[in-house]
């Protein structure tokens, strides 16, 4: 039917593989979003808290 039935995907990198494009967090700290929001924008339901006193 012309439809493929597998694909192989290789990939390469600095990436660490849990969701956070290094680049695109770069370029909004650039334009001038804080780190909190920058971790929201990819970790929408993660809670930023201190670890130390």
């Known amino acids: ?3 493929p039935q ?3 995907l290789i990939g390469a990198g600095w ?3 849990v969701g956070l494009c290094q680049i695109g967090a770069a ?3 650039e334009k001038g979003y ?3 929001e920058i971790l929201h924008h ?3 339901n ?3 808290e201190a670890q130390y006193k």
Do not use: C, D, K, S
């Open 46 to 48: 993660a809670a930023i």
């Open 15 to 17: 990436g660490h593989g």
């Open 42 to 44: 990819y970790y929408q």
């Open 6 to 8: 597998h694909f192989r």
């Open 34 to 36: 804080l780190y909190t």
């Open 27 to 29: 370029v909004m700290g």
């Open 1 to 3: 039917n012309g439809v």
